[in-house]
């Protein structure tokens, strides 16, 4: 069973940039699928990047398509979020989760696995 935790969130200036990072346990982690999503106060949690297994395909929302870049390191069991340009709207809380089947997914009911989330909050 594959657990995971995020860390690297914080409060930066509109214009800037933060890395998320998502540690997994488990020996699987390499044959996971894995995605970021976001939740803000009062908002449904929506979907931000996903990653396959391997790395060499990802999916992105439009919402972040050419500021945010997914990537992992299956020997670290490590994903990781470079966020950049970053915009007030980006504020909420960021989560990982895993989706143990290969095929990405944008639908966060259905990844299996998540983390208790971190805080990013970017101001004006």
């Known amino acids: 069973q594959v657990q995971v935790g995020e860390s690297g969130g914080g409060l930066v200036q509109a214009g800037g940039s933060l890395r998320l990072s998502c540690a997994a346990s488990?020996?699987?982690?390499?044959?996971?699928?894995m995605g970021w999503f976001r939740q803000a106060p009062g908002e449904e949690r929506e979907f931000v990047a996903a990653i396959n297994a391997n790395g060499d395909s990802t999916h992105y929302a439009d919402s972040v398509k050419g500021r945010f870049t997914i990537s992992r390191d299956n020997a670290k069991n490590t994903v990781y979020l470079q966020m950049n340009s970053l915009k007030p709207e980006d504020t909420a809380v960021y989560s990982c989760a895993a989706l143990t089947y290969s095929s990405i997914s944008t639908m966060s009911s259905e990844y299996a696995v998540w983390g208790q989330g971190t805080q990013v909050t970017v101001s004006s």
């Open positions: 488990g020996r699987r982690f390499s044959f996971f699928v």
